[in-house]
Nanobody, 125 residues
Framework: QVQVVESGGGSVQAGGSLVLSCAAS????????MGWFRQAPGKGREGVAGIDSDNKTYYADSVKGRFTISRDNAKSTLYLQMNSLKPEDSAMYYC???????????????????WGQGTQVTVSS
């Protein structure tokens, strides 16, 4: 069993930055594929970024060049550095862990079995 808990959401003006954190615990959490998803009202859950235990990363086209995913296995923590934020980035952001060490990209929610409760990010224009 793996537990993940997000933190770091908030409100920011367009062009600003935020850092999301995700504390992971449980069996083999440091070896699992981890990801960030987001869901805006009325829309589906979108895979934003993913990272494996070797720090190979994936980014959705919509955030490439602006967001950076990273992990600190010693601290069992996943991060999402978000720069140059846009109003369309506003959503509930979820940290997720896959039961596998690697997943296909683009990342899909079906490949992730462990989810946090979400943290809200609001970007105003």
């Amino acid at each position: 069993q793996v537990q993940v808990v997000e933190s770091g959401g908030g409100s920011v003006q367009a062009g600003g930055s935020l850092v999301l954190s995700c504390a992971a615990s449980g069996y083999r959490s440091s070896s699992l594929y981890m990801g960030w998803f987001r869901q805006a009202p009325g829309k589906g859950r979108e895979g934003v970024a993913g990272i494996d235990s070797d720090n190979k990363t994936y980014y959705a086209d919509s955030v490439k060049g602006r967001f950076t995913i990273s992990r600190d296995n010693a601290k069992s923590t996943l991060y999402l550095q978000m720069n140059s934020l846009k109003p369309e980035d506003s959503a509930m952001y979820y940290c997720a862990a896959s039961p596998m060490s690697t997943v296909e990209t683009p990342i899909h929610r079906a490949d992730f079995g462990y989810w946090g409760q979400g943290t809200q990010v609001t970007v105003s224009s």
